[in-house]
Each structure stands twice: as C-alpha cells, then as structure tokens.
C-alpha cells in the first residue's frame, strides 16, 4: 500500500475528446508528478507540481495540463485526446526536503484507451 | 544519450535462485539517486530499493540489494531466492538534483523477468 490512489483505474476516450485524471497523493507528500507509459517502454515525465505550482515539465504538448489542491490531491488533464495518447498514466507523489523523502511512491495507475 | 540503460529485455532465473538485473545511468550531477521498481501486469509500480550517490554502503531491502559501483557508474539490483511472485517487469530509475525543486526521474526501458518453477 503506497498511499496514492488514482481514479479511474480504466478508461476508453473517443479522439478529439478531453480527459480528466485523478490522484491522491500520500499524507505528507507535498510534491506530485504525471508519468505516461506507452505498451512496452519505461514510464515518461510529464510535469511536477509542488504547493500547487507546475515546477518541471517533460516533452509533451501543452495540451497536457495538471492541478495540484492544498490537500495535495492532483488532476491530469488531456484535451484533443490523440491516438498515441493511449497508455497508463501514473502519478507519484514524494516528500520535498533535501535531507529525507528519497522514495517517490508511485499509484496503480490509470488505463486510457483513445480510439 | 540514454541517461538509464537497461540491457536485458528479457530475463529467465530459476526458483529459489539468485539473478542480477543490469543497470547503467549517465549523470554529471554530484548528488543523485537510483531507484529500482518492480511492475506486475497490473501496472502498479512497487518501490523496492533506493540508493543515494553520497550512500557509501550498498542499499539492501530484504532479499533485495543493490550493488552501486559509482565509478563504473552501474546500480545493479540483486535478487536473491527468486520466488514466482518475483516475475514482472524491472525498472531502473535515477532522480537527478533538485534545481529549482523540480525532482524529475528517468526511467530506463525495463527487464521482463520470469521465474521458472
């Protein structure tokens, strides 16, 4: 149990569509980020959010937009849904001090289908 | 250049064996860390083993280890008595710095180990 759940665990979009997804991070854990992972290759970076802020980004289109609450919840949001958007996409949440929080927990993940 | 290399795709180990499963990263950075995860089918990534770059001893979770040779720039995960459980794909990641606070990590491709009865 890492404490980060996402929603919906398993989702079919129509291209052109937009998408919403759901993370809550752990307690504590103050810095959040969205990874997007293709069939058969590592996870990718899309953005961190720390105190609500985005504070790093990947190589992805600005399309890909998020949100970060004061109770440390997040949103990833994807408009004009392409077919290549398809893939699991995971959030990960840490704790956001030099000297402590090493481990970045990682949720299930959410299965976004686009066709 | 791939700043995480994983050059085994696919790996088979024996139950009760122990198998090593390669990783080499690429950082100019002085401070960084090295994570392995493990990923079922089901797709959740499960932390198993942190390694910071100052950390002079090996990190070791359970029947997890990491064999860190900074030199070579290698952060191999050692399993030791595989158990079937044990199947499901590996992932070598490393967090670099914390400029501007931004935390990212790379991961590299992956190693898809089963382990046979």
């Known amino acids: 149990e890492t404490g980060v759940t996402q929603s919906p665990t398993h989702l079919i979009k129509t291209r052109g569509q937009q998408v919403t997804l759901r993370c809550s991070s752990q307690s504590g854990h103050n810095t959040v980020s969205w990874y997007q992972q293709a069939l058969g290759q590592g996870p990718q970076f899309i953005f961190q959010y720390y105190r609500e802020e985005e504070n790093g980004r990947g190589n992805f289109p600005p399309r890909f937009s998020g949100l970060q609450f004061p109770n440390y919840s997040s949103e990833l949001n994807v408009n004009a849904l392409e077919l290549d958007d398809s893939a699991l996409y995971l959030c990960?949440?840490?704790?956001?001090?030099?000297?402590?929080?090493?481990?970045?927990?990682f949720g299930e993940g959410s299965w976004l289908t686009v066709v | 250049a791939q700043k995480i290399t994983q050059t085994q795709p696919g790996m088979f180990v024996q139950e009760k064996e122990a198998v090593t499963l390669d990783c080499t990263y690429d950082?100019?950075?002085?401070?960084?860390?090295l994570f392995w995860y493990k990923q079922p089918s089901s797709g959740e990534m499960i932390f198993l083993i942190y390694?910071?770059?100052?950390?002079?001893q090996n990190a070791t979770e359970g029947r997890y280890s990491l064999n860190f040779q900074k030199a070579r720039k290698s952060a191999n995960l050692v399993i030791s008595a595989s158990q079937l459980g044990d199947s499901a794909m590996y992932f070598c990641a490393m967090r670099e710095g914390w400029v501007g606070g931004y935390q990212k990590v790379t991961f590299g491709t992956g190693t898809k180990l089963q382990v046979i009865p």
């Open positions: 390694q910071g770059s100052y950390d002079e």
């Open positions: 950082t100019s950075d002085q401070s960084y860390g």
């Open positions: 990960a949440s840490s704790f956001r001090d030099r000297g402590r929080g090493n481990t970045i927990y």
